[in-house]
Each structure stands twice: as structure tokens, then as C-alpha cells.
């Protein structure tokens, strides 16, 4: 198990070298994101002993399953997943740095309130949905400035820049025109210098299209299959619009 992760991991960090030689980017302007979803610690563990320090959770419950196990080993956890207003409680109680998918004002209301309550300010990225598909969470691109700029209003909330999932497809042009939509975004939302908005981070890319999301300024490419192994569910598991299993 051990020598197949860390093969797995030498194979994703030359493939997100040889994407930012390519791209003519500095390989230290990419972060690889381990997606940990189902898992085990054990497996977790493996990587976090050898070099890697950010993984990310879809689901609040993995988050609070796998904490104990986790907590002693120095690492930054990230969340990607549809958060529910009932669960920002347990975001901040079990060490989330960053939310990487804040899609909607009554969240970041929700999770500004919390944060004051508790004298805490957090990272977020403002996920958006770059293709328009109802099954994916995020906001629509024509309304994503607008809400910036109002999670910019709650000082809790740092944000970083944003997120996108993208389209599941084998058609690389097609998946390349959404990530060409939040690099396009980012473009217009640093142009109007928002206060309060950083937008350094483009989170976008997983183990079958990082190249292009790097190719189109990705900072952080989210991978898990291509280093943990297949999966026993579909992806509808774990992007599923009606957040039953958030």
C-alpha cells in the first residue's frame, strides 16, 4: 500500500512538473491538494509522513471520523464539499483552514456569524459553476463578482480566490473553456480591487485534467483517485445537488 502511494505521488508531482515547464510557470506556484474522500487514515497518513501537507474533505462526517487520527500529524485541511449551514459549527470546530466552496450569501452570512462568535476569521474561495450543469453545486458565473463583493463585506471571511469543479468530460477543449471562465473571472475581479478580496488561488483540476487546468493558471489542482485509488462510488456521490450527503 505504502510503495503504491508514493509511486502514485511521484507520478502526480512530475505530471504537475511537466505541465508548469510547459506552461512556462514555476512548479512552486502549484499546490497539489490530496482529495481524501473514503480515504482510510492509514492511506492519509502515507502521504502526510512523506511531503505532502494539504488534503481536503467532501463530507463534514469523514472530517469528523478521521480528525483524531489525523490531528498529531502537521497538515492543513481544506473543505470542497457542499457545506449546509448546520454543519459550519463542526467546520471550525474540527480545523478547517480554507472552505473552497462558498457559493452563496446566506452561507457566508451564516459562517461570518459563527466565526464572530467565536473571534475566528477563515480562508474561502468562492466556488462558481463554470459548466452551467444543475447536478454541480457553485455559483453561476454571470452572478459571482456580486457576491464577492459581498462576502467581502464580512471581514471573518478571507478570500483567496476561487473554485470550480469543471466538467467531468473527455473532450479537453470543453473542460478547458471552463477553467478559461474562472481564470476570466479572477482577471475582472482583481481589476476592480475589491477590498478585503485576495484572488491569488485558482482551485481547479483533478487527476484527469490538471495539465489543462495548469496550462490555464490553476494554483491548486485537486487529485485522489490518480494517488488513493479508485473510488467505490460514482462522483454524483459526492457532487450531489440535493446535499443529502454533505
Known amino acids: 500500500m505504502k510503495e503504491d502511494i508514493l ?3 511521484e507520478i502526480i508531482n512530475q505530471r504537475i512538473k511537466n505541465a508548469c515547464e510547459k506552461s512556462g510557470r514555476d512548479v512552486n506556484d502549484v499546490k497539489l491538494l490530496l482529495a481524501t474522500k473514503t480515504v482510510s487514515p492509514d492511506r492519509i497518513k502515507i502521504a502526510l509522513e512523506n511531503g505532502q501537507t494539504l488534503i481536503a474533505e467532501n463530507k463534514v462526517q469523514e472530517l469528523k471520523d478521521k480528525f483524531d487520527d489525523l490531528k498529531d500529524i ?9 457545506l449546509q449551514t448546520n454543519k459550519i459549527k463542526d467546520i471550525l470546530k474540527y480545523d478547517v483552514r480554507c472552505v473552497q466552496s462558498l457559493d452563496r450569501l446566506d452561507l457566508a452570512e451564516k ?5 464572530l462568535s467565536e473571534g475566528k476569521t477563515i480562508d474561502v474561495l468562492i466556488q462558481v459553476n463554470t459548466s452551467n450543469e444543475e447536478s454541480k453545486f457553485g455559483i453561476h458565473p454571470d452572478f459571482a463578482i456580486d457576491l464577492v463583493k459581498k462576502a467581502a ?14 466538467l467531468f468530460s473527455a473532450e479537453t477543449e470543453k473542460v478547458r473553456a471552463c477553467f478559461k471562465i474562472l481564470k476570466n473571472l479572477q482577471q475582472e475581479i482583481i481589476q476592480q480591487n475589491i477590498p478585503n478580496v485576495g484572488m491569488k488561488e485558482l482551485s481547479m483540476g483533478m487527476s484527469g485534467d490538471l495539465e489543462t487546468a495548469i496550462e490555464e493558471g490553476a494554483t491548486i489542482v485537486r487529485v485522489g483517485t490518480a494517488v ?4 467505490n ?3 454524483s456521490y459526492y457532487w450531489d445537488e440535493t446535499g443529502k450527503n454533505s
Open 7 to 9: 509511486h502514485n505521488l
Open 111 to 115: 459562517l461570518h456569524q459563527r466565526l
Open 228 to 231: 488513493f485509488g479508485a473510488r
Open 233 to 235: 462510488y460514482p462522483d
Open 153 to 166: 463585506e464580512f471581514e471573518t471571511l478571507k478570500i483567496k480566490g476561487l473554485m470550480t469543479i469543471g
Open 74 to 82: 502537521p497538515h492543513e485541511n481544506h473543505f470542497i464539499g457542499h
